[in-house]
């Protein structure tokens, strides 16, 4: 259909040239994808440095392999037609897709791809600012289709040059179609306020207040395929990243960025970034509490640089053929105060040190004799004298050492926490059975965190160019100075919804979140328009988010659809079942999801019923019984949201988990329930 709804003949026309053109393209993406392979053939031979021919062959492969690995599926979802009178494209109709498709190099490209600077105005242009566009066509494909041109079904024209626009019923249709299997891209969807999140500048950070269904998530991949595409040298160089809360949820939005022709791409969460060692060992909440408290960043500071004293030391004296030379304690000390004043890390202190003591001993030897060979030095810097001096006043040390230690003696631990931690903080810190030693200990993921804080003392790690940190309400600060240090000197795609923290530690404020993250300038942006989760959802949603310490705006949706049926019961078990079968009934996906302690339970009952579950890291699966600890970030048709009052009191933020329960459905919300509704 069209706009102007045109006569039957003139639609089947278009449509009749629109999929031969669809053909012209898939025969020259094959092309490209052959021809991709050949390069990487004839890469292998050219004459150049190993160096070069490295370089050229990991490109090479690299762009052959991202062709090769392309999702099948239609290969561009609109087209801009621009005015003649248009400065820029006067006359020029462009193709918008995935990727950009030619049957040459230097030919005129049969697709555009969603990222080029032409396509910007595919999701910008309106009848008020047309942007040079005449009209915007907007194609519908046939649901899950494979890219037969065949598929192509319609089309909707805007005529923004005369001044009209229409809400697009393609665009409402993708948004709503019923999802089974991974988190689909949304190139073809992207609204206004979205693509200027999309396309914001690669240095500058900022921070995206995402509201349940308001695509944040999508937001925040997109943008990484922008950067890719748009700064491919830099961000070769300095390396993206995207953090995910668990592997569930990255399982989940895995294809999104390959679907866009970007692969390669590290997906990871901050736990698999940071890990010395397996998380072996669990925490009380109190210990893990204090654990990821700000103060832990002041308390390892301080244990760490205890370490470093010129108290006791000697006299250095090294022999020098047949002279000795001497650095006197007093020297060395003053030596050791100035490069800590400095606060370098650790290990770049200790060879401070060692280059400054050096240096005394190469003076004494050039007014006897001139400048020493470079050999000399190097020998000097080795010699066993110096070392023990400088394993002395600033002895090397493992993050595991350090923070051994202090789980492990009271007393140490007591000098360093004094004035941050009161005597119950540090009495919840202490391990209660201290190990023989710190490589028989057994590490929770809080200590993970401490001990890459030690490391980052003792040695900056390698950063990225640009991270994506999704779900990122649920940082501790101190997990939120790990990505700090990783991104020093590059920026972030900060993601969350203050609403939706359910850790202890979950942030209230964003300002705050952000100095933890070590950018404090980056603006706050919230989206509040619901695509995804229909108006009945958020309406339920919004009755508890007011009573959430948050200040965050309630959300609102675009999606008058959507059905919410609140079933009270007193056979729960039951009742559930009875929730799944009528959902079953529909299409899509259904998840099921309970309180932790419920869901064998639930599962029990549902297999007993004779209905077939699988756990949540089972995309494709029809029925999914999902733990309310692992429902966030993910999307299901139909949720049926079992006794949310023991959600609720689950955890300590358990009203916030119940919040993230009940806007996991897109289209229908069950709500079984035997106990009184927390809302």
């Known amino acids: 259909m069209t706009s102007l709804h045109p006569a039957p003949e003139d639609i089947q026309a278009t449509l009749h040239g629109e999929r031969a053109h669809h053909d012209t393209c898939r025969a020259a993406l094959a ?64 193709h918008v897709g995935r990727l950009r498709i030619t049957e040459h190099p230097a030919a005129p490209p049969l697709v555009v791809d969603w990222r080029a600077p032409v396509s910007r105005a595919f999701y910008q242009a309106s009848a008020r600012e047309p942007q040079g566009v005449e009209v915007r066509r907007r194609f519908g494909w046939a649901p899950g289709s494979r890219g037969e041109s065949a598929d192509l079904t319609g089309f909707e024209d805007e005529r923004l040059g005369r001044g009209e626009s229409c809400a697009s019923d393609i665009v409402a249709r993708e948004i709503e179609r019923p999802r089974v299997g991974p988190m689909r891209d949304i190139a073809a969807t992207i609204q206004p306020e979205q693509d200027d999140l999309v396309r914001g500048d690669l240095t500058v950070s900022v921070c995206v207040q995402g509201a349940p269904g308001t695509g944040k998530t999508a937001v925040g991949l997109h943008r990484a395929a922008y950067l890719l595409y748009t700064h491919p040298k830099r961000i070769q160089r ?38 010395r060692h397996p998380a072996t060992g669990t ?65 770049i202190g200790r060879e401070r040190v060692r280059a400054r003591v050096v240096r005394l001993l190469q003076e004494q030897v050039e007014r006897r004799s001139g400048p020493p060979p470079n050999a000399w030095l190097r020998q000097v810097e080795r010699m066993r004298p110096l070392t023990a001096r400088l394993d002395v006043v600033w002895p090397k040390v493992r993050p595991e050492e350090v923070l051994a230690e202090l789980l492990g003696d009271g007393e140490a631990l007591a000098r360093v926490a004094d004035g941050l931690l009161d005597a119950g903080e540090q009495a919840a810190l202490r391990w209660p059975r201290p190990p023989r030693s710190y490589k028989s200990a057994r590490w929770s993921a809080a200590d993970l965190v401490l001990l890459d804080e030690l490391s980052g003392l003792i040695e900056h790690p390698e950063g990225y160019g640009h991270i994506v940190v999704d779900e990122a309400q649920d940082l501790s600060p101190m997990e939120c100075r790990a990505i700090a240090r990783r991104a020093a000197f590059g920026s972030l795609t900060v993601l969350g919804d203050l609403a939706q923290g359910t850790t202890p530690w979950a942030a209230r404020d964003w300002d705050v979140q952000l ?39 309630a959300a609102r949706s675009l999606r008058p659809d959507g059905e919410l049926s609140i079933r009270p019961t007193d056979d729960v078990p039951g009742t559930t079942v ?43 699966a029809r029925v999914a019984v999902v733990p309310a600890s692992l429902a966030k970030g993910l999307e299901y048709d139909h949720v049926v949201a079992v006794e949310p009052a023991a959600v609720a009191e689950a955890e300590e933020r358990g009203a916030h988990r119940l919040y993230v329960v009940l806007t996991r459905a897109v289209s229908r919300l069950d709500v079984v329930h035997g106990r009184p509704l927390p809302f």
Request: glycine share 10%; net charge negative.
């Open 283 to 347: 925490d009380p909440v109190p210990a893990a509490t204090v654990k990821h408290d700000a103060r832990m960043a002041e308390v390892l500071r301080r244990a760490l640089y205890a370490r470093v004293s010129a108290e006791g030391v000697t006299d250095l004296a090294v022999r020098d053929g047949s002279y000795w030379l001497r650095v006197t304690a007093g020297q060395l000390a003053g030596i050791v105060d100035e490069v800590r004043a400095q606060e370098p890390p650790y290990a």
């Open 31 to 94: 092309a490209m994808v052959d021809g991709a392979a050949e390069q990487v053939v004839i890469g292998e031979d050219v004459s150049a440095s190993g160096a070069d021919a490295e370089v050229l062959g990991h490109r090479l492969r690299s762009q052959a392999k991202a062709l090769r690995e392309l999702p099948e599926g239609p290969l561009f979802f609109g087209r801009l037609d621009f005015a003649d009178a248009d400065p820029g494209h006067g006359g020029q109709n462009y």
């Open 578 to 620: 009875t929730a799944v079968r009528d959902a079953l009934e529909r299409e899509g996906s259904v998840g099921v999801v309970a309180a932790d302690a419920d869901v064998a339970r639930v599962r029990d009952a549902l297999t007993a019923a004779g209905i077939r579950t699988a756990g949540p890291e089972d995309l494709g």
């Open 515 to 553: 100095r933890h993250l070590g950018k404090p300038d980056a603006a706050v942006v919230p989206l509040t328009i619901g695509f995804r989760v229909p108006a009945a959802v958020v309406e339920l949603a919004n009755r508890l988010l007011a009573r959430l310490d948050v200040a965050v705006p």
């Open 238 to 275: 300095s390396g993206l990243l995207i953090l995910g809360p668990n592997r569930t949820f990255l399982t989940y939005i895995a294809e999104v960025l390959p679907s866009l022709g970007e692969t390669g791409v590290r997906q990871s969460t901050l736990l698999d970034e940071i890990a």
